[in-house]
């Protein structure tokens, strides 16, 4: 794009450079949002009152692809490239031949589930994978342990264990770099997908993205992705509970499509029954203790114990967003008659979208996790005057937290 000067390192010089001149160029752009990567580049490169200005511009144009793309594939594209790969190397005529395109097959499947970088896919050794843990072992300066989904691991396993023997050439990987990158962008090329975006570098954003919109935290994706977290980003936890909750989440497929905005993964410290209720209380990986108010009939069909995984879902109307100073409220609904208080959270507001009838803000808490309110301007005032970076009480009714047990039901 000959009117974009940033490439993504020189952090001072788009910083220092006046965005408001960009302005038209996003003006005719909308016009056609065929060329989403064109669109998702320019909005990286835009300053936060760039951004607001664009929102209400996009609200009044169909433009949703700059907001689901975000320079990331979706699920689709990522099947549409993994058949790619898989069908090229089904269709190989000679040995030699499919051995080449199972070892491109077997880098873009690292690439694509496993979050890794190219140094950590060089590094990875055939005893790394472990299929009956159905993780792998990445070395070097990012050491951890990534987990596969059962379905992945079983393609991989049935690839490396081949009785020909054919497994034992692909691991470790002996690759040219740029013979990965020319395939890639083939792939990119017949599946018709953005141009750029199928990379190494993409298919490890593409699967963060895809991880944190199932609800994970940051904190979690980032142990997932193998993220250093530095200085004030650095938050108290038990490496071992997430490492505990990535394994669950993922081995067990994500989660079930919800039209619930705000989701999130966590352990159950407590049940405290309240005659025919009971007071769930869940300590999630991002260092919040949430709770939650369900029937004790609901606990017996979950089969909820202490120490179990659930998912919580807020529906975003029913999150409320206050000034920051503002007094903690008494318990209301279920969680009065249960003796819960609300659920209060400090955060400040990290996007916003409104048009004349109603308000989305997404918070963003210290921890990394976002919640996001639905208001209505008329109902709520407030919400009328936030801008980026207010602090705010994020506050939502311990009732209006719906549980989903993720552990078997004994």
């Given amino acids: 794009m000959p009117f974009l000067a940033y490439n993504g390192k020189n952090n001072d010089a788009r910083a220092a450079r006046p965005l408001f001149p960009l302005r038209p160029r996003f003006s005719r752009l909308m016009k056609n949002t065929s060329d989403n990567a064109r669109l998702a580049a320019l909005w990286h490169d835009l300053s936060s009152e760039d951004r607001q200005w664009l929102r209400q511009k996009l609200l009044r144009h169909n433009a949703a692809g700059v907001w689901s793309d975000d320079g990331c594939l979706d699920a689709a594209e990522l099947r549409t490239a993994e058949a790619w790969f898989h069908d090229r190397a089904a269709s190989a005529a000679t040995a030699r031949e499919r051995?080449?395109?199972?070892?491109?097959?077997?880098?873009?499947?690292?690439?694509?589930?496993?979050?890794?970088?190219?140094?950590?896919?060089?590094?990875?050794?055939?005893?790394?994978?472990?299929i009956?843990?159905?993780?792998?072992?990445?070395?070097?300066?990012?050491?951890?342990?990534?987990?596969?989904?059962?379905?992945?691991?079983?393609?991989?396993?049935?690839?490396?264990?081949?009785?020909?023997?054919?497994?034992?050439?692909?691991?470790?990987?002996?690759?040219?770099?740029?013979?990965?990158?020319?395939?890639?962008?083939?792939?990119?090329?017949?599946?018709?997908?953005?141009?750029?975006?199928?990379?190494?570098?993409?298919?490890?954003?593409?699967?963060?993205?895809?991880?944190?919109?199932q609800g994970l935290p940051d904190l979690v994706v980032d142990a997932f992705l193998g993220r250093p977290r530095h200085g004030g980003d650095i938050i108290r936890h038990d490496p071992r509970n997430v490492a505990r909750l990535l394994r669950d989440h993922v081995q067990r497929g994500g989660l079930t499509r919800s039209s619930a905005r705000n989701v999130t993964h966590g352990r159950i410290a407590a049940l405290t029954p309240r005659g025919i209720l009971v007071c769930v209380s869940l300590t999630c990986p991002d260092g919040l203790r949430l709770d939650a108010v369900i029937t004790d009939a609901s606990r017996r069909r979950l089969g909820l114990q202490e120490g179990g995984l659930v998912c919580a879902s807020v529906k975003a109307p029913w999150v409320e967003l206050v000034p920051a100073a503002a007094p903690l409220p008494p318990p209301s609904g279920l969680g009065a008659a249960a003796g819960v208080p609300q659920n209060v959270f400090q955060g400040n507001i990290a996007d916003l979208r409104c048009d004349d009838d109603v308000v989305e803000a997404v918070a963003r808490l210290p921890g990394g996790g976002e919640w996001c309110a639905v208001r209505y301007r008329a109902e709520d005032p407030f919400c009328s005057e936030l801008r980026e970076g207010d602090a705010v009480q994020v506050r939502f009714s311990a009732s209006a937290v719906i549980l989903s047990s993720l552990d078997p039901v004994a």
């Fill in 132 to 213: 009956p843990g159905q993780l792998l072992r990445v070395t070097g300066a990012h050491a951890r342990e990534v987990p596969l989904a059962p379905v992945v691991m079983e393609q991989l396993a049935a690839v490396l264990d081949d009785p020909s023997g054919m497994g034992n050439a692909l691991l470790p990987v002996i690759y040219d770099a740029s013979h990965i990158r020319r395939n890639l962008q083939r792939c990119g090329e017949d599946c018709g997908l953005p141009r750029g975006l199928l990379s190494a570098r993409g298919l490890r954003r593409s699967r963060g993205l895809e991880l944190r919109r």
């Fill in 99 to 130: 051995t080449s395109r199972l070892r491109l097959w077997l880098i873009f499947m690292l690439l694509r589930h496993a979050g890794l970088r190219w140094v950590e896919v060089e590094r990875l050794q055939r005893g790394d994978v472990d």
